[in-house]
């Protein structure tokens, strides 16, 4: 199942039906968006197997040219709204369900972006290194229950360790 209140951080054991629902939701998408899509990606924590995470999904779409929000009207009738201001600037980032049972999170990004290459390389790394998995799990426990209640910290506090990720991975 997925759904999360917004602002909040709860994180749950990974459940196989993830990978299901993000092929649905994936399906959704290419059919609303059609050639523009050029990948639809699972990422985030949900996308690895065997992690603690939070119960929303995380989808990246790659797309030739980004344009503006008003360049995706299609979303919205399949549920996302458009979040402004979220400190990335290479991409679009969208939300759906309401805001007490966040479902999906969607960025639409340009191909080989910062965005989109940073997304792609953390999830493949920990995906081919199930210790470095299990210490960002080890992580993401210790900051959800120091911060349940303010995502934006709970972000920030890992950052280190998705940074130091990043590194090794493309070292």
């Known amino acids: 199942m997925v759904g999360l209140e917004r602002g909040t951080v709860e994180l749950v054991p990974h459940d196989e039906e993830w990978e299901q629902l993000f092929e649905q939701e994936a399906d959704r998408l ?31 779409v ?23 201001n979220d400190g990335v600037d290479d ?20 191909v080989g972006s910062k965005t989109h290459t940073e997304q792609l390389v953390f999830r493949d790394y920990l995906r081919e290194h199930p210790q470095a998995a299990e210490r960002y799990a080890r992580v993401k426990l210790e900051l959800a229950e120091r911060y349940p209640d303010d995502r934006d910290a709970y972000t920030a506090a890992k950052s280190g360790f998705v940074q130091a990720i990043l590194e090794r991975a493309t070292a």
């Open 62 to 84: 790659a797309v030739e040219d980004l344009g503006e929000p008003e360049d995706y009207p299609e979303l919205e009738g399949l549920g996302y709204t458009y979040r402004p």
């Open 30 to 60: 290419r059919s609303a968006l059609g050639d523009r899509a050029l990948a639809v990606e699972h990422v985030g924590s949900t996308a690895i197997e065997g992690i603690v995470a939070k119960p929303i999904l995380d989808i990246l």
């Open 91 to 110: 991409r679009l980032f969208f939300a759906r369900g309401p805001e007490d049972d966040r479902t999906q999170y969607l960025s639409i990004t340009e």
